[in-house]
């Protein structure tokens, strides 16, 4: 009993190290996808606690793919309840004021050869937020397991639930979409 | 080691400065992501924590009470959407098809994309 009570306490400290390891970024992924720090907020509690209800037997080496799948889900609900609620009174808008989150100024690139000015990447993280925002939902949850989490295609494709070819589509079409909005906000 | 593409080198840096602002999120949104970690670990405590205890002290024949239990509720649960998707045969050829068809789609789509900026730099 004695062995099992430490199995119990080493499986619960492996669970917690594992959501302490994905918890601020899974807030940032929310909070670029909803535009709401309280509802960021209740999206990453709500995936956390589905993932110690249902899956925390899982093997660990599961968990990374199960939490970003119940946190694409749970966005998903909150873009569909927001839709519904819209449609019923009509002045619910997306374009929600985003909380205070203070934008963070990085520096801007230095001035370079013309052929490397292409690959840099300027302006605020705010603006990248906001342009990530703006993508389809598809072409945004590609972008951001893919780049973000650094996620591979197959981990991926379990991830969003469609095949390797459909998440290179949406990923490629991201960065495209990203570079055009950024580089035409005039920083370039 | 093969050079990176344009699209490539912009997205590592997009991502690296994703996950440098991500470390600089406000403290009182740091506590409250700690205070959902603590309540979803209590609630793993007092659900699959407690199993594992009773699961330990059952022997064989509790073992099977319980994979009996596992299997009624599997068979009679509404489908788990977070579970992540199983394949079998049939299903993984006809995925690989269809991931043959939009690699095919892709190829076309950036053929497309290439014109078209030609044509837009040659306006």
């Not at chain 1, 389809?136 to 390797?164: H, I, K, N, Y």
Request: proline share 4%; glycine share 6%.
């Amino acid at each position: 009993m004695i062995a099992v009570g430490m199995f119990c306490f080493m499986a619960d400290e492996a669970l917690n190290q594992f959501l302490a390891s994905v918890e601020k970024r899974a807030y940032s992924m929310a909070l670029v996808a909803v535009n709401n720090s309280a509802d960021a907020l209740d999206i990453v509690q709500e995936s956390m606690l589905t993932l110690a209800r249902k899956y925390a037997d899982k093997p660990p080496a599961e968990w990374t793919p199960l939490f970003y799948r119940i946190l694409k889900n749970r966005i998903t609900d909150h873009h569909r309840a927001a839709t519904v609620r819209r449609k019923l009174f009509g002045w619910f808008s997306r374009d929600d004021d985003t909380d205070a989150d203070a934008g963070i100024a990085l520096a801007p690139a230095p001035e370079a050869d013309e052929p490397a000015r292409r690959y840099e990447l300027n302006g605020t993280v705010d603006e990248l937020h906001d342009a990530l925002h703006a993508l389809p939902p598809r072409q945004q949850q590609a972008f951001m397991l893919r780049c973000w989490e650094g996620l591979d295609v197959r981990s991926t494709a379990r991830v969003m639930g469609c095949s390797g070819g459909s998440v290179k589509t949406h990923y490629s079409r991201a960065i495209h979409a990203l570079r055009a909005q950024l580089e035409d906000s005039g920083d370039v | 080691m093969s050079e990176r593409t344009p699209d490539e080198a912009w997205a590592a840096q997009a991502g690296q400065r994703l996950r440098e602002a991500e470390r600089e999120l406000p403290d009182g949104v740091v506590e409250q992501l700690q205070v959902a970690r603590a309540q979803a670990l209590e609630t793993a405590l007092q659900s699959g924590g407690g199993d594992r205890w009773r699961m330990a002290g059952l022997g064989g024949a509790g073992a099977a009470a319980a994979a009996l239990v596992v299997f009624v509720a599997l068979n009679s649960a509404a489908p788990d959407l977070d579970a992540l998707p199983l394949m079998d045969e049939a299903e993984l050829a006809a995925a690989q098809e269809a991931e043959l068809l939009e690699e095919l789609e892709f190829l076309a789509w950036m053929v497309a994309q290439e014109q078209a900026d030609a044509t837009a730099g040659k306006g």
